[in-house]
């Protein structure tokens, strides 16, 4: 929201505070919170808790009303693969079940859109609605489908054991991380750009890691104005626009 407000959630108890006093605003029982679990401002007096329920791998979200001291749910239970395959971008929602990722507005969540997967697949949904499909089974490949069409198949070399989307920069351009066997570390990374207009990829950054980059669903977020580029081995840090591309080094 607008920082006004901070949430904290300590012995299944959630407490909005003011960040400019330091009061306590209002308190209520949210229950157990798993490691999945999260808890966003959707407004400065309304707090919205994605309840990720480990033992039954469902997210339920609900909002929690500052003035009235009240919940409301919002959707679900959404079947989850597991606690961290879901992902909030404004009021979006993308979630990843078993057999399938579901696409929801949480301003009307019975309207959904839902994309068969492979179970060992991850999916990227484009602004635009293309879906990105990231094949992880070697040899790796990632797909750029419109309307249930294959527009592009992108294919990557024989070392590369799996491929995350991390985020779109522009209107059809994807930050791709391909992930490679590494001798001194579990991993290493090379870091691309990926044209989804023509399925081409450049820009090689040899052990960059963009940060996030695990995510097994993802979308773009419009709070989201940069993404940072970590350099494995110097240890440097560079951030890129979303908007445009353009990269610069964090300064320290």
């Given at each position: 929201?607008?920082?006004?407000?901070?949430?904290?959630?300590a012995?299944?108890?959630?407490?909005?505070?003011d960040?400019?006093?330091?009061?306590?605003?209002?308190?209520?029982?949210?229950?157990?919170?798993?490691?999945?679990?999260?808890?966003?401002?959707?407004?400065?007096?309304?707090?919205?808790?994605?309840?990720?329920?480990?033992?039954?791998?469902?997210?339920?979200?609900?909002?929690?009303?500052?003035?009235?001291?009240?919940?409301?749910?919002?959707?679900?239970?959404?079947?989850?693969?597991?606690?961290?395959?879901?992902?909030?971008?404004?009021?979006?929602?993308?979630?990843?079940?078993p057999d399938?990722?579901?696409?929801?507005?949480?301003?009307?969540?019975?309207?959904?859109r839902t994309?068969?997967?492979?179970?060992?697949?991850?999916?990227?949904?484009?602004?635009?609605?293309?879906?990105?499909?990231?094949?992880?089974?070697?040899?790796?490949?990632?797909?750029?489908?419109?309307?249930?069409?294959?527009?592009?198949?992108?294919?990557?070399?024989?070392?590369?054991?799996?491929?995350?989307?991390a985020?779109?920069?522009?209107?059809h351009r994807?930050?791709?991380?391909?992930?490679?066997?590494?001798?001194?570390?579990?991993?290493?990374?090379?870091?691309?750009?990926?044209?989804?207009?023509?399925?081409?990829?450049?820009?090689?950054?040899?052990?960059?890691?963009?940060?996030?980059?695990?995510?097994?669903?993802?979308?773009?977020?419009?709070a989201?104005?940069?993404?940072?580029?970590?350099?494995?081995?110097?240890?440097?840090?560079?951030?890129?626009?979303?908007?445009?591309?353009?990269?610069?080094?964090?300064?320290?």
């Amino acid at each position: 929201s607008d920082g006004s407000r901070a949430a904290v959630a300590a012995d299944q108890i959630l407490t909005i505070y003011d960040t400019r006093s330091g009061h306590a605003l209002a308190s209520s029982r949210v229950g157990p919170l798993s490691s999945g679990s999260q808890i966003q401002f959707v407004a400065p007096d309304v707090a919205r808790a994605f309840l990720v329920n480990e033992g039954s791998r469902t997210l339920t979200v609900r909002d929690f009303n500052v003035r009235t001291r009240q919940w409301t749910g919002v959707g679900g239970p959404m079947p989850l693969m597991n606690s961290y395959r879901y992902r909030v971008a404004g009021s979006m929602l993308l979630t990843r079940g078993p057999d399938n990722v579901e696409l929801r507005d949480l301003r009307d969540p019975k309207a959904l859109r839902t994309f068969p997967i492979g179970r060992d697949d991850g999916m990227w949904v484009m602004k635009d609605g293309r879906q990105v499909i990231a094949h992880y089974g070697r040899p790796v490949s990632v797909d750029i489908v419109r309307d249930g069409v294959r527009q592009h198949v992108v294919r990557f070399g024989d070392d590369v054991e799996s491929v995350r989307i991390a985020e779109e920069i522009g209107d059809h351009r994807l930050l791709v991380a391909a992930v490679t066997p590494s001798r001194n570390e579990r991993f290493d990374t090379t870091t691309y750009l990926l044209d989804a207009n023509n399925g081409t990829l450049s820009g090689a950054m040899p052990h960059v890691f963009p940060a996030p980059a695990w995510g097994v669903v993802g979308m773009a977020d419009p709070a989201t104005t940069f993404r940072a580029l970590l350099h494995r081995q110097s240890g440097q840090i560079d951030v890129m626009s979303v908007q445009s591309g353009a990269m610069r080094p964090l300064r320290r």
